[in-house]
């Protein structure tokens, strides 16, 4: 059940930790790189500014009439760029006399033969304006203006100058875009950063659950009684639990099959004087055979659930486990005894490399003596005994060399109702309570013909594989 | 033949003690463990019928200190636990044979007559010994075919000494044999016993071992 349901949705609990903190690595990622690179821009945008402004008091202050008013500069301004053509950084001196405006009386060398075109705004004397146009070779300039008026030293009317200083954008635009392209890098490296870390937080912080699941194996497997290994404290108590639980059931199973056993003491020995007493009576006293017959009865319903009462408070107990070579072994030494009088040979095959039953001994002992019981009961001379691995499940054949069964009377003895009309008190049952078990472990006992001429029981059971230590 | 009977269950045990004394043996009853094991211990029994359900010690430990201290009488284990697994541990411990409560009194007289055979080595339940057959399954006794009329304790000492065939029984060993221990014994009545056999039975066929006791066998 468990397992069907861990392999429909396999290790989720890691993938739901896993996508929660890539998520969240990659939005901090996008948020800081989108946050400090337009930090930059605006950063490198004032300084651009801070620049063009600079060049425009340089160039106010520079700027003076001639005699014949003629606009010029009293001494070139300091920057190289401003000489070298189309450098990027521009100025241009425009008239805005109302009579006669004139674009570009006055231009800086990097400007050659272009003029900028700055728009026709008539802005405030000594407001700086900023914009943008396109200057030579097609490219954006950012632009700063400012309007100035300037007395004539010839005594004309003062005149009107708009002082242009532009700057190609791409001297701003270059250094954001190569910062971009570094910050983007080195938030990829810390995001693959964060995801490596992230991995490897989640397997190691989940590898206690790994091993939690490799230790419940092994109990389910029969390897170790309870889960062993040293846990972190958040899943100590879930273990000691889980452990006391296990304990609790194996001790239930311990107290119900003693009390089975107590109340078949209680009940058989009183069942056994009544019988006794019966059967001394005289022969005349009607009473006699009617508590023969209902002891008899008695006896066999107390069996039987008996029996069954122990076996389904066993079957599915985890970690269970039993080798079969002992179990087998004191068996035979068992049959060997009570069958003395039979002079019986009983064969058993070796037992190396079967694998261990899965389940309670007592069970095992139940169903292989009830079936080798059978087996002497009725052999000639020869029982032999076989067991071995069928996959994951063990198989234990019994031969005897007794008459055998017709294949009708091989089903009928299985069934339950042919048990409660024995007669013959031990036969009959025996075969029945091997059926339960094997059915309540998910295994089958099955009669045929044998090769010796009787009947081969042919016990199926899960199988623990034997460690090799 | 002597048997202890150890079962705590009164009337169980009285039954066992009827019907055993009727099948011509002497009878021994112990209500718990630890007087059984004692009585199994100390005295010559030549089976034990053992509940293991008991108070005081257990049976399969009673058992077990049989064992362990040599003592290697035949013992028919009663239970009414009847696992396979109490029944290994049964046989495991020492036991012979295992009846599982509850059980028809027939067939525990046949086992024990089968356990006490079986120690002496013998393999069929009648016993020769020349003109001389004991059918231990009903206690007769006959001689040439021709049945002797036998008392209690006659059949006793006649049956104790062909199972032992061939072997010096002494009258101490006889004596251990035939009586239960609160019986109020006399080794001379032994002497009387076999006097009356030697007089139903063919000349020769008790023989005296001086100062040593008696013996069964084949005359010459």
Request: no cysteine; hydrophobic share 25%; charged share 25%.
């Given at each position: 059940m468990t397992q069907a349901v861990s392999r429909q949705r396999p290790g989720s609990l890691r993938l739901r930790l896993l996508a929660g903190t890539l998520v969240w690595i990659a939005v901090s990622i996008i948020l800081a790189g989108w946050g400090l690179g337009d930090l930059f821009r605006s950063h490198v945008q004032a300084q651009f500014q801070a620049e063009l402004t600079t060049h425009l008091d340089q160039l106010t202050a520079q700027l003076t009439l001639t005699d014949d008013g003629r606009v010029q500069l009293a001494q070139p301004l300091s920057d190289p760029r401003l000489e070298r053509p189309y450098s990027g950084l521009y100025w241009q001196v425009d008239t805005l006399d109302a009579a006669d405006p004139r674009p570009g009386v006055l231009r800086s060398r990097s400007l050659w033969d272009h003029v900028l075109a700055a728009p026709a705004a008539s802005p405030v004397d000594g407001e700086i304006h900023r914009q943008r146009i396109a200057g030579p070779e097609g490219k954006g300039l950012g632009v700063i203006e400012r309007s100035v008026r300037i007395d004539d030293p010839g005594g004309g009317p003062a005149r009107r100058l708009r002082l242009v200083v532009a700057a190609d954008e791409s001297l701003m635009e270059g250094p954001v875009s190569r910062f971009r392209g570094v910050l983007w890098l080195a938030l990829g490296g810390l995001g693959a950063g964060l995801v490596v870390a992230a991995l490897v937080q989640v397997f190691v912080g989940l590898a206690p659950l790994r091993s939690l699941r490799v230790a419940l194996g092994k109990v389910r497997s029969g390897d170790t009684q309870r889960l062993e290994g040293a846990f972190p404290a958040e899943i100590t108590p879930l273990i000691d639990e889980f452990n006391s639980v296990l304990a609790h059931k194996a001790e239930v199973v311990e107290r119900a099959r003693t009390q089975a056993g107590n109340l078949a003491h209680a009940l058989k020995t009183p069942l056994s004087v009544l019988a006794n007493a019966a059967h001394a009576a005289p022969p005349d006293d009607p009473l006699a055979p009617l508590v023969i017959d209902q002891v008899a009865a008695a006896r066999r319903q107390v069996d039987y659930h008996l029996s069954r009462a122990r076996a389904a408070a066993t079957?599915?107990?985890?970690g269970a486990r039993c080798p079969l070579g002992p179990v087998v072994d004191g068996l035979v030494r068992t049959m060997q005894r009570i069958h003395a009088e039979r002079r019986l040979s009983l064969v058993v095959a070796p037992m190396d490399g079967v694998p261990d039953f899965r389940g309670e001994t007592q069970d095992l002992q139940e169903m292989l003596g009830n079936l080798l019981d059978n087996a002497c009961k009725w052999a000639g001379e020869r029982v032999e005994v076989r067991a071995r691995a069928d996959g994951a499940e063990l198989s234990v054949t019994i031969d005897d060399d007794g008459a055998g069964l017709a294949p009708a009377q091989r089903a009928a003895v299985l069934q339950r109702g042919v048990r409660a009309d024995e007669q013959v008190p031990g036969t009959g049952l025996g075969l029945a309570i091997v059926d339960d078990l094997a059915r309540l472990y998910g295994g089958s006992v099955c009669l045929d013909a044998s090769p010796l001429g009787g009947v081969r029981a042919t016990l199926t059971l899960p199988a623990v594989r034997r460690q090799e230590s | 033949m002597r048997i202890l009977v150890v079962e705590d269950e009164p009337t169980l045990q009285a039954q066992l003690a009827t019907a055993l004394t009727a099948a011509s043996h002497a009878v021994d009853c112990a209500g718990n463990g630890v007087d059984g094991h004692y009585m199994g211990e100390s005295g010559a029994y030549d089976a034990v019928v053992l509940d293991l359900g008991l108070p005081g010690l257990d049976g399969i430990s009673v058992l077990r200190k049989w064992r362990a201290a040599g003592r290697n009488m035949p013992v028919l284990i009663l239970t009414a636990r009847d696992g396979w697994h109490e029944k290994v541990a049964g046989i495991d411990a020492g036991a012979d044979d295992y009846l599982t409560k509850p059980f028809h009194m027939e067939e525990l007289l046949a086992r024990l007559r089968a356990l006490i055979r079986r120690a002496g080595g013998h393999a069929s339940a009648e016993l020769a010994c020349g003109p001389l057959v004991v059918d231990?399954?009903?206690?007769r006794a006959t001689v040439d075919g021709q049945a002797l009329s036998l008392t209690g304790h006659e059949y006793r000492v006649l049956a104790y000494l062909i199972h032992h065939r061939d072997e010096v029984i002494s009258r101490a060993d006889l004596v251990e044999h035939i009586y239960a221990q609160d019986f109020d014994r006399d080794s001379n009545t032994v002497e009387v016993f076999i006097a009356r056999l030697r007089k139903k039975l063919p000349p020769g066929l008790i023989e005296t071992v001086r100062g040593l006791g008696y013996r069964l066998t084949t005359p010459p």
């Open positions: 079957a599915r107990l985890p | 231990t399954r009903n206690g």
